[in-house]
C-alpha cells in the first residue's frame, strides 16, 4: 500500500510518499491527494518529498537469480509441471518401467493393440473395433462424417 502526500502552495510543492509492505510487486497504488492544511503542516516540519520502499536486485536461493523469477504466476508453473510429467512419461515409456505419469499412454496403447488384434481376426464386439470395422468397410463415408 502507498500513501502519498502531495500539494503545491505558491511555487513550493511537497511531497511524500511511503510504500508499505504487503504492496504487490507489479505496480504501486495510486498516489493519494490532501488538502493545503496538511501540505502546510509538512512544510513547517521540513518534509522534503522522499520515497521509502525496496527494490529486489537479486534473489539468492541456491543460486543468484534475476528478480523476475519472482513474477512466476499460476499458468506459468502450471506449463513447467506439465512438461515435467511429460519428460517423465516419456522416460518411462522409453525404459519400459511403468509410473503414474506413463500409465495413460500405456493403457491407450493396450486398447489399440487389443484393437488391431479384434480387427484382424474380425472379432467386432466391443464399441471400439465396431468403430474400426465401419472405417474398414466404408473410409470415404466415415472421413466424410467425422
Known sequence: MQQQISSRIGQQSTHASVTCAGQSLSGR????????SEAALLVKMGVKPFEYGLVVKHVWEGGIFDPSVLKINDAVLMGKFMEATGQVAALSLALNYPTDASYPHLMMNGIMNITAVAAEAEYFEF???KKVEEFLKDPAAYCASH
Open 127 to 129: 464399441e471400439t473395433a
Open 29 to 36: 497504488a495510486p498516489p493519494r491527494q490532501v488538502g493545503t
